[in-house]
Structures are given as structure tokens and as C-alpha cells.
């Protein structure tokens, strides 16, 4: 009797392990990538840095299309959803850039090779997961989801338009054909 119990606690507990990865999940993960840009753009102002960086960008998007083929998903569709975080994320950083000409940082910017760039990968192979996962159970992502989406997407800088056009590259991710 006190192992079934434990295990219906068990069960109660962590619906998560239950009923997968919910839209929540996927979307507070794209949230708190997009959170780090701040961080990004106050390192590159301090070191007289470029805001774009083709190169890391190309670096990006291939890690994502294998972390995403690994994931059975469609490394193409994944493609297209993390060119248009890379937009918004650059997005971001132009306009806290510009909020550093009239009212400068006194924090100290965080360390971009060992500190940030980490965190921004391995949020980006969670957020795959969460899409392989959700994508798993299923079909899509449907348009009515749009609204917790945009709720959850609560960065200062990202425009309505921005979000829209996030989610829509984020509907269209596929699973590979089976």
C-alpha cells in the first residue's frame, strides 16, 4: 500500500514527466535566450564590438541543424526559426545599444566567450529538444497558441511584429519523415 502510494504522489508530483513538454515550457526557454541579449549587446559596446557577426551566425545555425537532426527534427525548418531569433536577438541588442548612448551601463558586462555564449548554446539545444518533444506529441503548433506566446516572449526590446514573425518560423518546424 505505501509504494502505490508513493507512486500516485509520485505521479501528481511531475505531471511534466507525464504529459511532455507544454507550450509553456518551449516558449519561457525562447524567452530566456532572448533574455541574454542585453548581456550580449553591454559586452560588445564595452569592447567596441560589432553587433552583427556573420561568422558566429553561420556557427550558430550549423550547431542548431545537427543538435536539431540529432532531435529528429527537420534541420532546414529549424533553420529558419533560429534565423529569425538571430534577427529579433540582434534586434535587441541595436536598440539596448542605443539606450547605452543616454543612459550608460554601470554594470560590469558579463564574459561573452565563457559566461555567455555557454549559456546561449545550451539554451538553444533545450529549446530544440522542447520542439523535438512537443512536435512528438503533437501534430504542430497550432495559431491559437499565438497568444501565450506573445505573453511569454517579455523581453523590454522585441516588437510585436518581431514576436509574430518568431512564431510563425517556430510553426514551421517539422519532424523528419519517418
Same mark, same amino acid.
Given at each position: 500500500?505505501? /509504494?502505490?502510494?508513493? %507512486? &500516485?504522489?509520485?505521479? *501528481? !508530483?511531475?505531471?511534466?514527466?507525464?504529459?511532455?513538454?507544454?507550450?509553456? #515550457? @518551449?516558449?519561457?526557454?525562447?524567452?530566456?535566450?532572448?533574455?541574454?541579449?542585453?548581456?550580449?549587446?553591454?559586452?560588445?559596446?564595452?569592447?567596441?564590438?560589432?553587433?552583427?557577426?556573420?561568422?558566429?551566425?553561420?556557427?550558430?545555425?550549423?550547431?542548431?541543424?545537427?543538435?536539431?537532426?540529432?532531435?529528429?527534427?527537420?534541420?532546414? /525548418?529549424?533553420?529558419? %526559426? &533560429?534565423?529569425?531569433? *538571430? !534577427?529579433?536577438?540582434?534586434?535587441?541588442?541595436?536598440?539596448?545599444?542605443? #539606450? @547605452?548612448?543616454?543612459?550608460?551601463?554601470?554594470?560590469?558586462?558579463?564574459?561573452?566567450?565563457?559566461?555567455?555564449?555557454?549559456?546561449?548554446?545550451?539554451?538553444?539545444?533545450?529549446?530544440?529538444?522542447?520542439?523535438?518533444?512537443?512536435?512528438?506529441?503533437?501534430?504542430?503548433?497550432?495559431?491559437?497558441?499565438?497568444?501565450?506566446?506573445?505573453?511569454?516572449?517579455?523581453?523590454?526590446?522585441?516588437?510585436? !511584429?518581431?514576436?509574430?514573425?518568431?512564431?510563425?518560423?517556430?510553426?514551421?518546424?517539422?519532424?523528419?519523415?519517418?
Amino acid at each position: 500500500m505505501r /509504494s502505490l502510494c508513493a %507512486f &500516485f504522489l509520485l505521479l *501528481i !508530483s511531475s505531471p511534466q514527466v507525464w504529459a511532455g513538454v507544454t507550450p509553456q #515550457d @518551449l516558449f519561457s526557454a525562447i524567452n530566456e535566450r532572448l533574455s541574454y541579449m542585453e548581456d550580449v549587446a553591454l559586452f560588445k559596446a564595452q569592447k567596441h564590438l560589432p553587433i552583427e557577426n556573420i561568422e558566429r551566425e553561420n556557427l550558430v545555425l550549423d550547431k542548431a541543424k545537427m543538435s536539431a537532426f540529432k532531435q529528429g527534427l527537420d534541420p532546414d /525548418s529549424i533553420e529558419g %526559426f &533560429f534565423e529569425a531569433q *538571430i !534577427s529579433v536577438a540582434k534586434a535587441i541588442q541595436f536598440r539596448y545599444r542605443a #539606450d @547605452l548612448l543616454f543612459e550608460p551601463s554601470v554594470e560590469k558586462e558579463k564574459n561573452l566567450q565563457n559566461e555567455v555564449r555557454p549559456r546561449l548554446l545550451e539554451l538553444g539545444d533545450q529549446i530544440i529538444k522542447k520542439i523535438s518533444m512537443y512536435l512528438k506529441n503533437h501534430d504542430s503548433i497550432e495559431p491559437l497558441l499565438f497568444s501565450e506566446f506573445d505573453a511569454s516572449i517579455s523581453i523590454k526590446y522585441v516588437t510585436a !511584429s518581431e514576436k509574430k514573425q518568431l512564431f510563425e518560423a517556430l510553426r514551421k518546424v517539422k519532424r523528419l519523415s519517418d
